[in-house]
């Protein structure tokens, strides 16, 4: 588990950093196997901490040139409860809206030539991830833990890009 954790970092800086010229975004993971709630399942795992650094690095992309973002996630808490169910093969997300919001714990670092310009350490949540209106659709996965982000984004380190805002 620990090194597949790794290659997900290492492979997440480099598709990070390639994936706009002026900006780089690089997002690290500490000790996952230790956060609050993610899926138990190996390939799910992989894929909900891949489909959160997709999301850094499209919001990261919209930076200005010389700009660099990085992120270590230090938990995570996914909206919602695993339920197993045997008959899918899978554990099943039940969303209730009680004490079961999304939230995040992370430290961060935006840095230009070098030199800081914010850094921090921050605690994401969003007690009321049901009863607002989100940008994604349905059908989107982690469309809570997303909107969740991207509140934090807009607020701590600039605009969002136009493929996200609403």
Same mark, same amino acid.
Not at 117 to 143: C, I, V
């Given at each position: ?5 790794? =290659? ?11 994936? !706009? ?39 990261? $992309? !919209? ?45 961060? !670092? ?7 310009? =914010? ?8 007690? $009321? ?16 833990? =997303? ?15 136009? $493929?996200?805002?609403?």
């Amino acid at each position: 588990m620990k090194s597949l954790m790794q =290659k997900m970092a290492l492979a997440g800086m480099f598709a990070l950093a390639a994936g !706009s010229a002026g900006a780089a975004v690089t997002v690290s993971y500490v000790a996952p196997d230790k956060f609050t709630d993610l899926p138990f399942v190996p390939w799910e795992r992989e894929e909900t901490l891949k489909q959160l650094t997709d999301h850094f690095t499209k919001l990261g $992309n !919209s930076l200005p040139p010389g700009q660099d973002l990085r992120v270590e996630v230090l938990d995570v808490d996914l909206a919602g409860r695993a339920i197993p169910n045997a008959r899918a093969g899978r554990d099943i997300r039940v969303l209730r809206g009680q004490a079961d919001w999304p939230r995040m714990q992370l430290r961060f !670092s935006l840095e230009q030539n070098g030199q800081v310009l =914010k850094s921090g350490e921050a605690q994401l949540s969003d007690m $009321n991830y049901l009863d607002h209106h989100t940008r994604y659709f349905d059908s989107e996965p982690l469309r809570y833990e =997303k909107q969740m982000i991207d509140d934090w984004f807009e607020k701590t380190i600039g605009p969002l890009p136009r $493929n996200v805002r609403r």
